[in-house]
């Protein structure tokens, strides 16, 4: 997604390193995961061949295609739990009526809900 639609760079050397360059010009290197637990593996492979595309085949407005969110992922974890919060209180009043013959008594709080986690 970075360099698909936020017109990150990205250049790999042959040792499997990664240097990513951001639109403000912040440049982030990775390294690659096997670096520390089998360092024979960083062996260099070869020289790696980079082909850049023409500036006309480069699109203008890379963003304009960015996928956008309908809620943002704390409302979709608020509906979530919401929605569990439901389930279960179906299902405890299911059980309880099995158990008592009857639904709950009415001292009872239908929308009794345990604390925040």
Excluded at 55 to 70: E, I, L, W, Y
Excluded at 83 to 93: P, V, Y
Aim: positive net charge; glycine residues 6%.
């Amino acid at each position: 997604m970075l360099k698909t639609f936020l017109s990150w760079d990205d250049r790999q050397l042959p040792d499997g390193t990664v240097i990513w360059s951001a639109p403000t010009g912040h440049v982030y290197v990775t390294t690659p995961g096997c670096a520390l637990l089998f360092p024979v593996l960083m062996t260099p492979t070869g020289e790696v061949h980079h082909h850049q595309l023409p500036a006309s085949r480069q699109c203008g407005d890379r963003s304009a295609m960015m996928p956008k969110r309908r809620h943002t992922r704390a409302q979709n974890h608020a509906n979530y739990v919401a929605a569990e919060r439901r389930r279960n209180r179906t299902k405890r009043e299911a059980r309880q009526a099995a158990l008592t013959g009857g639904p709950a008594p009415p001292g009872i709080d239908p929308n009794d809900e345990p604390p925040p986690f």
